[in-house]
C-alpha cells in the first residue's frame, strides 16, 4: 500500500485516506476486516527493524483474556505492569508485599520472551498509607531505600528500562518546578538523585529513567513543563546521578489542540545531546467527538498519532515505544457521563458510543488504523 510520510497531524497519509481503508479493510488489517490469521507485521517486529521495543501496558487481571494474550503475545516486546509495581500495590501494609500480581505478568513476559518496563519506582499518587504516615512524621530513607531494593531485586533481570521516577514536575509548585509531594516534603528535591542513585545500586545495568505527562502539546502548561523537566534532567546530568532516560507519556487527546512538533523535536533532541534516552511510554488517544462511525474516528485518532510519532520517532535517542493499553476495553481512558452529555439526544436508542478508541486494537482484538500508524512510523524511521 502506497504510503506518504506525515510531517504533522494536519496532513493525511495514504495509509489513512479513504482509499487506503479500502486497500487495507481488503488485506484483512483494519476495523470491520476480515480476521487477520496472518497478518502483515507485528508492531514488535516492525518496531525492532526500526531500532526500537513496542510495548504495551497490562494490568495482571487482563491475562485471564484469552484474546488480550494473544494480541499481547503477537504485538509487544515489552510489557508494562499497568498498576502492579507501584508501591502502594506491592506494600500496602509495611513488610507485606503483594507481589502475586507483577509475579503473574513477570511469568507471562518470561514465558514468551520479553521484557518488562519497570513502571515505577517512586509515584506520588502511589505512596502507601503507612509509608506516607512515615515519611511525614521524619522516617528515614531506609523505608524508600528497601522499597527500591526489593522491587529491582525481584523483577530487575526482567527489566532494562525503569521509570525511578514518575511524574516529578508541578508547573507552578515550586519555583523549581518540581512537585511538591511526599517525597520532597520528607527529603528535599534531592530525592529524585537519592532514587536513582539507590536504583542503580540495584540494577547498574537497566537504563534508569524520570517519566512525565503533558508534555506534548502546544499550550503554556506543556511548554512550561518541557522546560522544568529538561532543567531537571541538566541538573542531573551535571550533578552525575545516573539518569540514562527521559519518558514521555503521550497520553494525547484530541481535544487538546495542535501538538507541539516543532518544540517536542527541539525537546527530544536537547535531552539527546545531554547523553540521555528518550521513550514513548504510555501512548494513548483521548476522543473528543464519539458520535460518528467508528472507522472515522478510528481515522482522526490515527492521523492524531501519526503526527505526534513523525515528531518524535525519528531521532536515534528513541529507544521504545509503548502504548497504554493495547485494546480499547482494556484502557483506563473511560467514555465518561461528561462525555455524553456533550451530545444530547444521542444513544437514546439505547445504543452506546462503546469504548474510547484510542489505543491500536479495536475491543475484539482486531487491528486499527492506529495499528497501521505505528507500523507506518516504525517503517519510516531512518535507519542508522
Ligand atoms: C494509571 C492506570 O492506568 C489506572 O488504571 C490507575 O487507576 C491509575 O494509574 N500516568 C502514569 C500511569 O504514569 O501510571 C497511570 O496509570 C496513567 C497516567
Same mark, same amino acid.
Given at each position: 500500500?502506497?504510503?506518504?510520510?506525515?510531517?504533522?497531524?494536519?496532513?493525511?497519509?495514504?495509509?489513512?485516506?479513504?482509499?487506503? $481503508?479500502?486497500?487495507?479493510?481488503?488485506?484483512?488489517?483494519?476495523?470491520?476486516?476480515?480476521?487477520?490469521?496472518?497478518?502483515? /507485521?507485528?508492531?514488535?517486529?516492525?518496531?525492532? /527493524? %526500526?531500532?526500537?521495543?513496542?510495548?504495551?501496558?497490562?494490568?495482571?487481571?487482563?491475562?485471564?483474556?484469552?484474546?488480550?494474550?494473544?494480541?499481547?503475545?503477537?504485538?509487544?516486546?515489552? +510489557?508494562?505492569?499497568?498498576?502492579?509495581?507501584?508501591?502502594?500495590?506491592?506494600?500496602?501494609?509495611?513488610?507485606?508485599?503483594?507481589?502475586?500480581?507483577?509475579?503473574?505478568?513477570?511469568?507471562?513476559?518470561?514465558?514468551?520472551?520479553?521484557?518488562?518496563?519497570?513502571? &515505577?519506582?517512586?509515584?506520588?499518587?502511589?505512596?502507601?498509607?503507612?509509608?506516607?504516615?512515615?515519611?511525614?512524621?521524619?522516617?528515614?530513607?531506609?523505608?524508600?531505600?528497601?522499597?527500591?531494593?526489593?522491587?529491582? *531485586?525481584?523483577?530487575? %533481570?526482567?527489566?532494562?528500562?525503569?521509570?525511578?521516577?514518575?511524574?516529578?514536575?508541578?508547573? *507552578? #509548585?515550586?519555583?523549581?518546578? +518540581?512537585?511538591?509531594?511526599?517525597?520532597?516534603?520528607?527529603?528535599?528535591?534531592?530525592?529524585?538523585?537519592?532514587?536513582?542513585?539507590?536504583? =542503580?545500586?540495584?540494577?547498574?545495568?537497566?537504563?534508569?529513567?524520570?517519566?512525565?505527562?503533558?508534555?506534548?502539546?502546544?499550550?503554556?502548561? =506543556?511548554?512550561?513543563?518541557?522546560?522544568? $523537566?529538561?532543567?531537571?534532567?541538566?541538573?542531573?546530568?551535571?550533578?552525575?546521578?545516573?539518569?540514562? *532516560?527521559?519518558?514521555?507519556?503521550?497520553?494525547?487527546?484530541?481535544?487538546? *489542540?495542535?501538538?507541539?512538533?516543532?518544540?517536542?523535536?527541539?525537546?527530544?533532541?536537547?535531552?539527546?545531546?545531554?547523553?540521555?534516552?528518550?521513550?514513548?511510554?504510555? +501512548?494513548?488517544?483521548?476522543?473528543?467527538?464519539?458520535?460518528?462511525? #467508528?472507522?472515522?474516528?478510528?481515522?482522526?485518532?490515527?492521523?492524531?498519532? %501519526?503526527?505526534?510519532?513523525?515528531?518524535?520517532?525519528? =531521532?536515534?535517542?528513541?529507544?521504545?515505544?509503548?502504548?497504554?493499553?493495547? &485494546?480499547?476495553?482494556?484502557?483506563? $481512558?473511560?467514555?465518561?457521563?461528561?462525555?455524553?452529555?456533550?451530545?444530547?439526544?444521542?444513544?437514546?436508542?439505547?445504543?452506546?458510543?462503546?469504548?474510547?478508541?484510542?489505543?491500536?486494537?479495536?475491543?475484539?482484538?482486531?487491528?486499527?488504523?492506529?495499528?497501521?500508524?505505528? +507500523?507506518?512510523?516504525?517503517?519510516?524511521?531512518?535507519?542508522?
Amino acid at each position: 500500500m502506497p504510503t506518504k510520510r506525515p510531517s504533522n497531524g494536519s496532513t493525511t497519509p495514504d495509509y489513512l485516506s479513504r482509499r487506503g $481503508l479500502i486497500a487495507g479493510a481488503a488485506a484483512g488489517s483494519l476495523v470491520g476486516g476480515p480476521s487477520w490469521a496472518s497478518p502483515p /507485521a507485528t508492531l514488535a517486529g516492525a518496531a525492532r /527493524a %526500526a531500532g526500537l521495543r513496542f510495548g504495551a501496558a497490562v494490568r495482571a487481571s487482563a491475562l485471564d483474556q484469552p484474546r488480550l494474550r494473544d494480541v499481547l503475545a503477537r504485538e509487544a516486546a515489552t +510489557l508494562t505492569p499497568e498498576l502492579e509495581l507501584k508501591w502502594a500495590a506491592l506494600e500496602p501494609a509495611a513488610g507485606r508485599r503483594h507481589e502475586a500480581g507483577a509475579d503473574r505478568i513477570a511469568a507471562f513476559a518470561r514465558g514468551h520472551g520479553k521484557r518488562l518496563r519497570g513502571h &515505577t519506582l517512586l509515584w506520588h499518587r502511589s505512596v502507601p498509607d503507612w509509608a506516607a504516615r512515615e515519611l511525614a512524621s521524619g522516617g528515614g530513607w531506609d523505608i524508600v531505600a528497601r522499597h527500591i531494593d526489593a522491587t529491582v *531485586g525481584r523483577y530487575g %533481570a526482567l527489566v532494562d528500562e525503569w521509570d525511578v521516577v514518575n511524574e516529578p514536575i508541578e508547573i *507552578g #509548585a515550586r519555583p523549581d518546578g +518540581l512537585r511538591a509531594n511526599a517525597f520532597i516534603d520528607a527529603f528535599g528535591s534531592d530525592y529524585i538523585a537519592r532514587a536513582l542513585r539507590a536504583a =542503580h545500586a540495584a540494577a547498574p545495568r537497566a537504563r534508569l529513567f524520570v517519566n512525565e505527562y503533558d508534555l506534548e502539546y502546544d499550550l503554556p502548561a =506543556h511548554r512550561a513543563r518541557r522546560a522544568a $523537566l529538561l532543567r531537571l534532567a541538566t541538573t542531573l546530568i551535571e550533578r552525575g546521578v545516573p539518569l540514562h *532516560g527521559v519518558g514521555i507519556q503521550a497520553h494525547l487527546d484530541l481535544g487538546k *489542540g495542535e501538538l507541539a512538533t516543532d518544540e517536542l523535536r527541539g525537546f527530544v533532541a536537547a535531552l539527546a545531546a545531554l547523553g540521555l534516552t528518550v521513550a514513548v511510554t504510555e +501512548l494513548d488517544c483521548k476522543e473528543v467527538d464519539y458520535i460518528r462511525p #467508528a472507522d472515522e474516528r478510528d481515522r482522526l485518532v490515527a492521523a492524531h498519532v %501519526a503526527g505526534f510519532l513523525a515528531a518524535v520517532l525519528p =531521532h536515534p535517542a528513541i529507544s521504545s515505544a509503548s502504548c497504554w493499553g493495547l &485494546t480499547d476495553d482494556q484502557s483506563w $481512558l473511560e467514555v465518561t457521563a461528561a462525555d455524553r452529555a456533550r451530545f444530547p439526544g444521542a444513544w437514546a436508542d439505547g445504543s452506546s458510543p462503546g469504548f474510547n478508541r484510542g489505543l491500536p486494537f479495536d475491543a475484539a482484538g482486531r487491528p486499527k488504523a492506529m495499528r497501521d500508524a505505528l +507500523l507506518a512510523a516504525f517503517a519510516a524511521r531512518p535507519r542508522s
